[in-house]
């Protein structure tokens, strides 16, 4: 891990490497608020470790890692400080020598990758008019929806979706498109956002403290982090819990209170690997746009594949999720 206070942006700028054992680290650069800079580092080496199961769990040849540039609560975002902190970051991600990747997360886009590519080459998913594949939320959102039919067919018998509720919680570049995949697939769709604006994208909604306690039969969790905890497992009323959101549980144990009260959680780093899966194998890979879509829609196949076997063995979907990532690292 590397730490710094920016040189040209005077911001805390964290890139945390947690794996290397599969190849290079690859994982987002998240351009976040925060009550202290130090959340912001704990956040990167939670996040990074996020990355090491989600890429070994996809199959794919790399490691994990994750950038933060941690903004303070008083820090007003400008443009000219938005680039600054990429320049820094980009600098940063040089000085790794090409064993960390980085590419958009929470807070950033194609349009910053094009500032970072200024200062280093290894970044992911520049605009394709910039030699890049584009924004990494579409295949992210796509797998998720892969993950959310094979949760649904595994729970209700079927992934027709049509007369369900589903909850999205977090309307931002994700789950902005799954809102759209779950409502074109004929679902009832609520969604939330800690952003009152996001009421005019005209779904029904509610506040976003609620979100995920509303009566549904799918919840999506699509914001940050750290969102199912103890005390919310009894107040869930969804039988399934499927969305993009990284580290959703507050600890591993909430992933056995979840089983035992009957909800079935589909661990976020099996569902969320779209954006990496699609991004690393066009990018690195050169594999063709077809053949990766194809490699997104499998994350369903293996929700199936580790639903049924927790269910089969009496465990839960994160110790299978963990088996398969400990059979990849070994
Ligand atoms: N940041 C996204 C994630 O958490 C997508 C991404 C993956 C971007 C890998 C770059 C590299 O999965």
């Given amino acids: 891990m590397k730490v710094r206070r920016g040189p040209r942006s005077g911001l805390p700028v964290v890139v945390a490497i947690h794996s290397r054992a599969l190849g290079p680290a690859a994982g987002g650069i ?10 912001g580092l704990v956040d990167a080496l939670r996040l990074s470790e996020a990355m090491t199961a989600k890429n070994a769990a996809a199959g794919l040849d790399f490691g994990g890692g994750k950038t933060v540039i941690a903004l303070g609560p ?8 938005r680039e600054a902190a990429l320049l820094d970051v980009g600098e940063l991600i040089e000085s790794f020598g090409g064993t960390y990747f ?9 349009a910053d990758m094009v500032v970072v590519r200024r200062a280093t080459s290894r970044v992911f998913c520049l605009p394709p008019e ?6 990494s939320s579409i295949p992210t959102a796509l797998g998720v929806f892969a993950a959310l039919r094979a949760g649904a067919r595994h729970v209700f018998g079927s ?5 369900r509720t589903v909850v999205v919680s977090g309307l931002g ?5 799954v809102a759209q995949h779950v409502a074109a697939a004929g679902a009832r769709v609520v969604v939330s956002d800690v952003d009152p604006a996001k009421r005019a994208s005209g779904y029904e909604w509610v506040d976003p403290e609620k979100a995920l306690r509303t009566p549904a039969d799918i919840v999506v969790p699509a914001a940050v982090g750290g969102v199912l905890s103890a005390e919310l497992v009894p107040e869930l009323s969804a039988p399934l819990v499927v969305g993009p959101a990284n580290n959703q549980l507050t600890s591993e144990a909430v992933a056995d209170e979840l089983a035992a009260r009957g909800i079935v959680w589909v661990p976020d780093f ?21 053949e990766a879509n194809a490699r997104v829609e499998a994350i369903g196949a293996t929700v199936s594949a580790v639903l049924d076997a927790a269910r089969d063995k009496g465990t839960t979907p994160l110790r299978e999720a963990r088996a ?4 990849r690292l070994s």
């Fill in 159 to 163: 992934a027709e979706l049509t007369g």
């Fill in 130 to 135: 910039h030699g890049g594949t584009g924004s």
């Fill in 324 to 327: 398969r990532v400990a059979a």
């Fill in 102 to 110: 980085g590419g958009p997360d929470v807070g950033t886009g194609p």
């Fill in 173 to 177: 570049s994700v789950g902005a498109l």
């Fill in 30 to 39: 998240r351009l976040r608020r925060y009550p202290d800079w130090r959340d």
């Fill in 270 to 290: 099996i569902a969320s690997a779209g954006g990496a899966v699609y991004t690393l194998l066009r990018e690195v890979e050169g594999v063709p746009h077809e």
């Fill in 74 to 81: 008083g820090t007003e975002l400008t443009p000219s400080l």
